[in-house]
């Protein structure tokens, strides 16, 4: 059962314009939400976070949005730049089991010079 | 330098060894994990580790057996390796739950 969706495998996008990828979840006692980014042949890195209690974290470039009585939250990166082609993997975690992170399947963004 | 470092990085071996991927870390983290990237690339938690002592443990068959000999390595041996068992396996660490995860740039596995 696939507590973390994301529902587009891959993206393409203008060097430029603004990137949105878009994670769903089924578990509403999830508090912490984070975006990771990979490389290939590389390991994920922490990208960005927002906790259940806000609805908005912004970074630079980075902004993650919640909308938790959809259960969604959604990534936007402006303006997108090459380098920002990547795989993408929405994480979530549950309050009652504090040390397990679940992994969405990823969304592989392409960025076009 | 590194801060979480797993070996081998590749590695190619046939049904039924026995194998072991080692992983440090040299963040001061208490929280050490293995997750494992299967061929649908997602990435699931294997074991998690706090402070030398085994916090989570899946659904994950027991040829595959975590060890801790302190809370800077966390290695995976994995007995009777079995053609399933070809997937990235990546270490990672954390300082606690609400940190972030700190990845290590994984081991493929290749059973043949």
């Known amino acids: 059962d696939q507590q973390v969706k994301q529902n587009s495998p891959s993206l393409s996008v203008q060097e430029g314009r603004i990137s949105i990828l878009n994670c769903d979840y089924t578990n509403s006692m999830f508090d912490y939400f984070l975006w990771y980014k990979k490389y290939p042949a590389e390991g994920p890195t922490f990208l960005i976070s927002?906790?259940?209690?806000?609805d908005k974290n912004e970074d630079g470039r980075f902004t993650v949005f919640l909308n938790k009585s959809a259960k969604h939250l959604s990534l936007h990166i402006v303006p997108s730049q090459p380098g920002d082609s990547a795989v993408y993997f929405c994480a979530a975690s549950l309050k009652t089991s504090y040390d397990k992170v679940i992994f969405g399947p990823g969304t592989s963004l392409s960025v076009i010079p | 330098d590194t801060a979480v470092s797993q070996t081998p990085k590749y590695l190619v071996t046939q049904m039924g060894n026995d194998k072991s991927i080692k992983c440090e870390q040299n963040l001061g983290h208490d929280t050490m994990y293995w997750y494992k990237q299967d061929s649908k690339k997602f990435l699931k938690i294997m074991f998690s580790?706090?402070?030398?002592?085994?916090?989570i443990n899946e659904t994950v068959p027991n040829r595959f057996s975590p060890k801790s000999p302190d809370k800077a390595h966390l290695n995976l041996h994995i007995n009777s390796l079995e053609l399933g068992d070809s997937a990235v396996y990546f270490c990672a660490s954390s300082p606690d739950h609400r940190n972030t995860i700190y990845f290590g740039e994984g081991s493929w596995l290749t059973v043949v």
């Open positions: 927002i906790s259940s209690i806000k």
């Open positions: 580790y706090n402070n030398k002592e085994l916090i």
